[in-house]
């Protein structure tokens, strides 16, 4: 019997400005976009294009202060735009994770790498501190970082950039989320660093059934990894597309331009 895609993430209309001195900034100005559980997503578009806003006003992750929002973000059904900061984080880590760009500095360097995974399987799944400590080692082995064990008690600075960058991604996953959210996961990676990391996230989605939104400038990055790609520019979504139709089929000048950067 054929199974029915399920709609995890609905967005509508989505506004998100921020008050300064010179104005209103249109971060984000009208998107709307779905996605499916199980299905990966790329937005793409160059610095200041909103991508990396829209990310972080899907998560609840802005300020409240100066920060105006409107539209639907509805997540599994559920309307999550405008929820207070203790109903989201109880969505955060659980339902939704996000992998930070610069792992050096999302990473705390004063706390070694097994007790930031065990952090929020203590927070949010009142784990033991042995329990924790033994899911965190299979965390680890399941982002292929050799000598697991070992690396559970170094610190940040021990590891390498791509080490970090797995690391990052354990934490990540460790309570199971069903969306995942990666900001340029493979900047300051060298090309064959990137390439693993981008098949580890395609790994872990497709053994997890977990969706995943890739933020990126580079369409390189989303080619062969993401179902759909969404293309930002001036806080709008200018070009969307399964991802194969898109590069057979650019229409946007904007979109050809990001593909000859490549």
Same mark, same amino acid.
């Given at each position: 019997?054929?199974?029915?895609?399920?709609?995890?993430?609905?967005?509508?209309?989505?506004?998100?400005?921020?008050?300064?001195?010179?104005?209103?900034?249109?971060?984000?100005?009208?998107?709307?976009?779905?996605?499916?559980?199980?299905?990966?997503?790329?937005?793409?578009?160059?610095?200041?294009?909103?991508?990396?806003?829209?990310?972080?006003?899907?998560?609840?992750?802005?300020?409240?202060?100066?920060?105006?929002?409107?539209?639907?973000?509805?997540?599994?059904?559920?309307?999550?735009?405008?929820?207070?900061?203790?109903?989201?984080?109880?969505?955060?880590?659980?339902?939704?994770?996000?992998?930070?760009?610069?792992?050096?500095?999302?990473?705390?360097?004063?706390?070694?790498?097994?007790?930031? &995974?065990?952090?929020?399987?203590?927070?949010?799944?009142?784990?033991?501190?042995?329990?924790?400590?033994?899911?965190?080692?299979?965390?680890?082995?399941?982002?292929?970082?050799?000598?697991?064990?070992?690396?559970?008690?170094?610190?940040?600075?021990?590891?390498?950039?791509?080490?970090?960058?797995?690391?990052?991604?354990?934490?990540?996953?460790?309570?199971?989320?069903?969306?995942?959210?990666?900001?340029?996961?493979?900047?300051?990676?060298?090309?064959?660093?990137?390439?693993?990391?981008?098949?580890?996230?395609?790994?872990?989605?497709?053994?997890?059934?977990?969706?995943?939104?890739?933020?990126?400038?580079?369409?390189?990055?989303?080619?062969?990894?993401?179902?759909? &790609?969404?293309?930002?520019?001036?806080?709008?979504?200018?070009?969307?597309?399964?991802?194969?139709?898109?590069?057979?089929?650019?229409?946007?000048?904007?979109?050809?331009?990001?593909?000859?950067? &490549?």
């Amino acid at each position: 019997m054929r199974q029915e895609h399920q709609l995890l993430l609905e967005v509508t209309d989505l506004r998100t400005h921020f008050r300064t001195e010179r104005g209103l900034v249109r971060a984000v100005d009208g998107v709307s976009l779905t996605l499916e559980r199980g299905k990966c997503l790329g937005i793409v578009g160059e610095s200041g294009s909103g991508k990396t806003v829209l990310s972080r006003s899907l998560m609840g992750l802005l300020p409240s202060s100066n920060t105006v929002t409107s539209g639907s973000v509805k997540f599994e059904g559920k309307e999550i735009l405008g929820l207070p900061s203790k109903q989201m984080r109880r969505l955060w880590g659980r339902e939704m994770s996000m992998v930070f760009q610069n792992p050096m500095t999302s990473l705390n360097p004063l706390m070694k790498i097994g007790e930031q &995974i065990a952090e929020p399987l203590n927070l949010h799944l009142d784990m033991s501190r042995a329990d924790a400590r033994a899911t965190a080692e299979r965390l680890l082995r399941d982002v292929r970082i050799p000598e697991a064990a070992r690396r559970l008690d170094q610190y940040p600075h021990e590891l390498s950039g791509g080490m970090r960058q797995r690391a990052m991604i354990a934490i990540a996953l460790a309570c199971g989320p069903t969306l995942l959210f990666a900001d340029e996961p493979t900047t300051a990676l060298d090309v064959t660093v990137q390439a693993q990391i981008l098949q580890l996230i395609g790994e872990q989605r497709r053994d997890r059934n977990m969706s995943v939104v890739l933020v990126t400038h580079d369409l390189g990055v989303v080619a062969g990894h993401t179902d759909e &790609i969404a293309v930002m520019y001036g806080g709008k979504l200018v070009e969307k597309a399964p991802t194969s139709v898109l590069f057979a089929h650019m229409k946007m000048p904007y979109t050809m331009s990001l593909m000859r950067s &490549i």
